[in-house]
């Protein structure tokens, strides 16, 4: 089906990727990787942006303003001035984020634990060297805990928090898993197919959780968002202009607005479309994301 839909602003992203509402400030962000920038709309439609000395992949705000970011040498805390400057304080990094790799998608589960996954950056290679890591205040980065990936991505919480999605975006993947969370020690166990995306359009990228259990992704490829119920079944899809979305997001003051993100790179330079940024209202309401730190 298709909606109305809003562009946020007349830019255009290389790599439009990991949008988020901040409850806390009533404001969305979101990032373009290979521009190293962070973008910030504020809930008058005002956008802010900040440039980092590295690319910066998946951001998640914290309790106490700042960002937490996973970028290219490790997970960083992030703090955003007025001025337009930012301030960088690596928190850890993973022994195996090496040449060429960075880290890609990440979120806090619903306890406020951060999590993010590392890829190899040049996806031709298909070298499976992604991992997926778990960062707390009190444990530190944790020890892989999903190895084995080729682009990690998808990662997403049930909105009781006891089930964990993760994906592989890669074309030689494309694969949905679920795990069960166990929301104490923070592990997911359990890993099962929940979708194959080769027997759908488009490839697997970002992805958000709804109020009702569903799990939406960025059919990447497609120009199209689909929504599949808990037991993974496709019961939505909603065409957008971008043939290449990245991830969606639920916010504002409802949490009733998706925005989306997509990607330029590789894209027709004439198209109005490429590397957009968009919100649109699907008719349902998402989950609040749990600021890092609890």
Known sequence: M???IERVSAKHALVGECPV????????????????TIWRMDGAGELRSWTCAEM??????ARDGSILA???TGVFRLALHDDGSVEATRLAAPEALGEGMRFNDGRCDRQGRFWSGTMFMDMAAERAV???????????????VVSNLLTQNGLAFSPDGRTMYLSDSHPKSQQVWAFDYDIDAGLPSNQRP????????GRPDGAAVDADGCYWTCGND?????RFTSDGRLDRTIEVPMAKPSMCSFGGPGLDTLLVTSISAGQD??????????????GVQGVAETPFGG
């Open 56 to 61: 910066v992949a998946c951001i998640a705000p």
């Open 269 to 282: 330079p004439a198209d109005p479309w490429a590397g957009a940024t968009i919100t649109l209202r699907p």
């Open 21 to 36: 509402w901040s409850v806390g400030q009533q404001s969305w962000y979101w990032v373009d990787i290979p521009a190293k």
């Open 130 to 144: 992604g991992q997926l890591y778990r960062y707390s205040n009190d444990e530190g980065l944790s020890a892989p």
């Open 222 to 226: 497609a120009g199209v968002l689909l």
């Open 70 to 72: 996973g970028m290219e």
């Open 2 to 4: 298709s909606m109305h």
């Open 194 to 201: 929940f979708v194959d995306m080769r027997a759908h359009p």
